[in-house]
């Protein structure tokens, strides 16, 4: 979408915003030529702050194809909040609910006028230790598949410093640097004619975050994991270790405990 359909929301938010992330960050921004000029495309993102939407968007705007994210639909319904989310063209997402595939539909249609959709493949904040990537959901592959657009993947590492995951206390000097590092479209091609089964989605999801892994480890300088942290294994893991601390505490309890057999018959 050429800079100028950006639209009043969008110039307005930036109004707002820029200042504020220009004073806090400093940026090491590249890759932007891998940012299509024209056509519909999707952007694969790493989540790993509640502020790096912002910076991430900051980036994106710069290219002149600003990006449409998936918001959850609470936020579409708070005054001012909303009528910006509503102004921008952001799509709501509605989980648990009958409208759940309408951000799916929603995400489709903006593709195929020419516009960029933004995704979080991960769903949330990374809950891996070292922030790597972790196991993400099927949507950006869902839409991939579905309209064959160009996927970008991109990394970005840096905010989080700023606002470390799941904190509210910034950490504001010394300054921070942005660091965000977009890739060449991700070859999904060989998916393309074949059934959309759970098994091709979830092959596809992984080509997708493996390329936006591989751009984050030439932002640090290191090796990701061999295989991504996976929040539901861990969670069926604690549960597993809970039952067996449990149970052991349980039996250790029950030999201790003392008997009063001989005392009652006497």
């Not at 005054?79 to 921008?88: I, P």
Request: aromatic content about 10%; proline content about 8%.
């Amino acid at each position: 979408m050429p800079r100028r359909r950006i639209g009043f929301w969008y110039r307005f938010a930036a109004v707002l915003c820029k200042p504020w992330l220009v004073v806090l960050i400093k940026r090491d921004w590249r890759g932007m030529e891998h940012i299509p000029a024209a056509g519909g495309f999707i952007t694969a993102v790493n989540h790993n702050s509640h502020v790096d939407p912002f910076a991430y968007a900051h980036y994106q705007y710069n290219t002149g194809r600003v990006p449409r994210f998936l918001a959850k639909s609470g936020l579409f319904r708070k005054g001012f909040v909303g009528a910006a989310m509503r102004g921008t063209g952001q799509i709501p997402v509605y989980r648990e609910s009958t409208d759940a595939l309408s951000a799916f539909r929603a995400a489709i249609d903006a593709v195929e006028r020419g516009e960029c959709v933004a995704f979080y493949p991960e769903g949330t904040i990374t809950r891996d230790p070292d922030l790597w990537p972790m196991t993400a959901k099927t949507g950006a592959a869902r839409v991939a598949l579905q309209t064959k657009c160009p996927v970008i993947p991109v990394a970005q590492w840096g905010v989080n410093e700023l606002l470390p995951p799941y904190s509210s206390r910034p950490h504001l000097f010394p300054r921070k640097t942005h660091h965000v590092l977009a890739g060449p479209p991700v070859d999904l091609s060989r998916f393309y004619g074949q059934e959309m089964t759970t098994e091709i989605l979830k092959e596809a999801t992984e080509v997708i975050m493996a390329a936006v892994t591989r751009q984050l480890e030439e932002i640090r300088g290191e090796k990701a994991p061999e295989t991504p942290y996976d929040p539901r294994q861990e969670r069926i893991e604690q549960r597993r270790r809970t039952e067996a601390e449990t149970g052991v505490q349980t039996g250790a309890q029950a030999g201790a405990q003392p008997s009063h057999e001989g005392e009652n018959s006497k």
